[in-house]
T-cell receptor, first 114, second 114 residues
Framework: DSGVTQTPKHLITATGQRVTLRCSPR?????VYWYQQSLDQGLQFLIH???????AKGNILERFSAQQFPDLHSELNLSSLELGDSALYFC?????????????FGPGTRLLVL | AQSVTQLGSHVSVSEGALVLLRCNYS??????LFWYVQYPNQGLQLLLK??????LVKGINGFEAEFKKSETSFHLTKPSAHMSDAAEYFC????????????FGRGTSLIVHP
């Protein structure tokens, strides 16, 4: 158990809908990272927040957005969903804000868009 | 620009045999290099990382990797495979001095036969 929790574990929705994925980092970790893992694209970095502020953006679509709240939990919002958005979405956390730091991954949210 | 190539989407070994998972990277600046393991239905777990200290890096579960700049490689090895090592392994590169956003390889599935 990494100490990072993600909800829900599974999500099935329809094209055009909007969903919110939630991540709670390990106690004491200030950074949250979001990743997408799909068969087509592999594992890709989406976005990084540190202590409530966005620090880095990767291959995140404009239909996707994220935020980190004062209690340090984070939410990833996916809107106007398409079939190709079906994937595993992971969040990870670390103490500091550098990618060289050890990141602890949650179990993921599996999203299926029908 | 950075990239990672993992040679072999599947590697099959017998229990007790040497494990060798190959990773070659491309980076315009000195890199940070990582190996992660993903067990079925779980998130990624950091095995080891190279951050410009010793070129031979020891990780968890008996794994180690050697950074070879001349060969742009960071292969993962373990002297003796256990059944419990069966999993997906990902190599990742992150460029120092840049955005540090990691790029992941496509993964290598390690199969261990009794």
């Amino acid at each position: 158990d990494s100490g990072v929790t993600q909800t829900p574990k599974h999500l099935i929705t329809a094209t055009g809908q909007r969903v919110t994925l939630r991540c709670s980092p390990r106690s004491g970790d200030l950074s949250v990272y979001w990743y997408q893992q799909s068969l087509d694209q592999g594992l890709q970095f989406l976005i990084h927040y540190y202590n409530g502020e966005e620090r880095a953006k990767g291959n995140i679509l404009e239909r996707f957005s994220a935020q980190q709240f004062p209690d340090l939990h984070s939410e990833l919002n996916l809107s106007s969903l398409e079939l190709g958005d079906s994937a595993l979405y992971f969040c990870a956390s670390s103490v500091g804000q550098g990618f060289m730091e050890t990141q602890y991954f949650g179990p993921g949210t599996r999203l299926l868009v029908l | 620009a950075q990239s990672v190539t993992q040679l072999g989407s599947h590697v099959s070994v017998s229990e007790g045999a040497l494990v060798l998972l190959r990773c070659n990277y491309s980076s315009s600046v000195p890199p940070y290099l990582f190996w992660y393991v993903q067990y079925p239905n779980q998130g990624l777990q950091l095995l080891l990382k190279y951050t410009s200290a010793a070129t031979l890096v020891k990780g968890i579960n008996g794994f180690e990797a050697e950074f070879k700049k001349s060969e742009t490689s960071f292969h993962l090895t373990k002297p003796s495979a256990h059944m419990s090592d069966a999993a997906e392994y990902f190599c990742a590169v992150s460029e120092k001095g840049g955005s540090y956003i990691p790029t992941f390889g496509r993964g290598t599935s390690l199969i261990v036969h009794p």
